[in-house]
């Protein structure tokens, strides 16, 4: 199969990660946290979520280019490579 | 249930999901060229997906929702249904049975029961295993959209258009055949393991956080044990020795031979539903990995999905509460927070249970509300999280659901274009018509699981349902397989009149016995109540090795009067006279044995500690 999978499913995370982070930094103090007992549960998590999904992203394309006998064109950030 | 706050970052995320899955399934479209692309992903993929898709496939409602119910219910006993429950039968497949699943050739499991037995036995196991995935996949889809429902996750959005909320259900019911049929239909076995490997992802994603603030709030784990309703709780084996001493109401030997062997070898070994993720890897020893990586994250879901269950029934009960303090200008404001009533009846943060027609609070025999129990995890998510990672949260739950439903879709289309409509229909047409013919039994097995979703009620545990199914329709099979792969002498006809008895054992045995304090009918007692058990489970373990035993048995006596296939016709196919898979190329440390020994110490290791 010429898509590796671990290129959406990074790039998936690391959106959500960078959606929780920034909605995180915003909510910062906020009473919302109230509930997740004063953690910033948004601002963490999107941390570790977006760490993880680019790391899995960079895998992934690390991976893609190794099954790709020709040498790879340039991608523009954030579009997913589908091989050929 | 709690008035649920969710904003535009929680349905952004959900959207993200929605968007990347149905990308998927339109990225894979280009390589789904033959059939086989389709229906086994080419046989292509790498082990690491398959092994995670394996698990995940078998991670949808049952799972989540019942696992986290079970947990509020039962406490840490309900981890068996893992580490006796799966993992043994999990390194069983993957050391004993993929050599024959890969090695035949037989692109389904009913296309290897034809091999090895007849066309009869195949054509009853793909008829009732076809039946089985819709049931399943429809039970998926109405316990996705009750929870939507439950949860108000999409009120708001009806209230804003101008919508009844009624049609909230109708809607997600569409809503999940419309995304599972997309990119199945796309992408067939590719896009559904793809889609289960992202599901696993979003699961932890979702749930890790869930139990690290549900952990904080009671404490840790001594905190934990210090809020249990009974200190049984936190031990798996605690009074296993007798049905009445334990939880779960089952004694050791039905606990081992009915969960540990029968149904969970039944399940992990022939339900096509898991083995068909294991046969779409690239090579027989990536397929014998397949089973044995997918269990090492199973032996740890337990903390995943069985903890916030009894997090949830170990926190504290919502009630009315009063805090005053002085704003800004020097007034003093008393804020009072109310909270509804099947929150404050209920326990910890399982709610108690209401009736869906009435919507009264519903009491057993002695006057005390009934526990929701499958609303403990997603009255986790909703109390602990905050706008935000409660996106994430609802969004692996849907994920599951979906992820479930669609295992059962393409075992439904795989089976039923190559098991029954290529062999009885129209035999012989082009590849290309297959190929469209797969991806119109995907259109039917979702209308057909839309149908059984609109059926779907009567028990209310949803694993309760589900195992009693399981137990009519796979406890038998496991007997035929064993037989049929490990005995040379096993005949279609044993095999076929096995199966059937088998299966009828099952039936008269439910209908025979009945868990105490439970009325006859769908529990059991239906023909006459002979026995009583402690519980339903016990009933259902013991359906299961009465339906085992049965198979077993009639298989081998019907077989020894039979003639056996001739030798020649059977290799690849039975043990004794398959060569063993080559492995000399391996390290000592790279061969599937080596990793089955290490999870059967990681296991008992668990075990011990839980003990």
């Known amino acids: 199969m010429n898509l590796d999978l671990r290129i959406p499913m990074g790039l998936m995370f690391t959106l959500v990660g ?37 790391m899995m992203f960079l895998l992934g394309r690390a991976g893609q280019k190794k099954v790709d006998s020709a040498p790879p064109k340039p991608v523009a950030e954030g579009e997913i490579r589908r091989g050929h | 249930m709690t008035h649920t706050n969710l904003t535009f970052v929680d ?15 339109f990225a894979l479209k280009r390589y789904m060229k033959t059939s086989k692309d389709f229906f086994q992903a080419g046989r292509a993929l790498p082990a690491w997906i398959c092994g995670l898709a394996f698990i995940s496939a078998n991670l949808g409602a049952q799972e989540v929702i019942g696992m986290g119910a079970s947990g509020a219910k039962y406490g840490i006993a309900t981890s068996h249904f893992y580490w006796i429950g799966a993992i043994p039968a999990m390194i069983f497949v993957g050391i004993f049975m993929m050599p024959f699943y890969y090695g035949s050739k037989a692109r389904s499991v009913p296309e290897f029961l034809r091999l090895r037995f007849d066309e009869k036995t195949r054509a009853l196991n793909a008829c009732s295993f076809a039946v089985m995935t819709v049931f399943s996949s429809g039970i998926s889809m109405y316990a996705m959209a009750r929870l939507i429902q439950t949860l108000h996750v999409f009120d708001y959005l009806f209230i804003s258009a101008g919508l009844p909320l009624g049609y909230i259900f109708h809607f997600s019911i569409l809503l999940s055949a419309i995304i599972v049929l997309g990119y199945i239909f796309l992408g067939g076995l590719t896009s559904a393991i793809y889609n289960e490997v992202l599901q696993f992802f979003l699961i932890i994603a979702g749930f890790l956080p869930l139990v690290l603030i549900g952990l904080k709030n009671v404490g840790g784990w001594s905190g934990l044990k210090a809020h249990m309703p009974n200190p049984a709780y936190l031990h798996s084996w605690q009074g296993m020795t007798h049905a009445n001493t334990n939880p779960l109401g089952v004694e050791v030997f039905g606990l081992a031979m009915g969960l540990g062997f029968v149904l969970s070898f039944g399940y992990w070994c022939t339900d096509f539903l898991v083995i068909q993720t294991a046969m779409a890897t690239d090579t027989q020893e990536n397929a014998r990995r397949v089973p044995l990586i997918a269990a090492i994250p199973k032996m740890f879901f337990p903390f995943l999905v069985i903890l916030p269950g009894l997090l949830a029934i170990g926190a504290v009960t919502p009630h009315n509460t009063t805090t005053v303090h002085t704003d800004a200008s020097g ?5 009072t927070t109310v909270v509804s009533e099947v929150e404050a009846k209920g326990q910890g943060l399982v709610p108690a249970k209401t009736d869906p027609i009435s919507g009264k609070i519903v009491l057993d025999a002695s006057g005390k509300p009934l526990l929701d129990y499958d609303l403990a995890i997603p009255s986790m998510l909703l109390h602990y999280f905050p706008t935000g990672i409660l996106g994430l949260g609802l969004t692996a739950l849907l994920a599951s659901f979906m992820s479930g439903m669609a295992g059962n879709v393409t075992a439904f289309n795989t089976v039923w274009t190559y098991d029954l409509y290529q062999s009885y229909i129209k035999k012989g047409a082009s590849d290309k018509h297959y190929l469209a013919m797969g991806r119109w039994a995907t259109v039917g097995g979702i209308l057909l699981s839309m149908a059984t979703a609109y059926a779907a009620t009567g028990f209310n ?11 009519f329709v796979n406890a038998p099979l496991f007997a035929t397989f064993l037989l049929g792969m490990f005995w040379k002498r096993a005949t279609g006809n044993g095999a076929f009149i096995g199966l059937i008895s088998g299966t009828l054992a099952a039936v008269v045995h439910h209908g025979l016995t009945l868990p105490i304090e439970a009325h006859t009918g769908m529990h059991g007692g239906w023909i006459a109540v002979v026995h009583h058990y402690p519980s339903d489970m016990a009933q259902n373990f013991w359906t299961a090795i009465w339906a085992f035993s049965t198979n077993f048995v009639v298989t081998i006596v019907v077989s020894l009067f039979g003639t056996p296939k001739p030798e020649s016709e059977l290799v690849g196919l039975v043990h004794s006279l398959t060569p063993k898979p080559e492995l000399g190329h391996l390290p000592w440390w790279r061969r599937p044995e080596t990793l089955a020994v290490v999870l059967l110490v990681m296991v008992v290791t668990l075990n011990v500690i839980f003990r």
Do not use: C, H, P
């Open chain 2, 331 to 335: 007034a003093i404001v008393r804020e």
């Open chain 2, 461 to 471: 545990n949803i694993m309760d349902t589900l195992q009693l199914v399981f137990s």
């Open chain 2, 11 to 25: 349905w952004l995320i959900m959207l993200l999901y929605f968007v990347f899955v149905l990308g998927i399934g």
């Open chain 1, 18 to 54: 960078l959606i929780l982070t920034v909605y995180g930094l915003v909510t910062r103090g906020s009473d919302i946290y109230l509930k997740s007992m004063g953690i910033n549960a948004n601002l963490d998590w999107g941390i570790v979520l977006l760490i993880f999904g680019s």
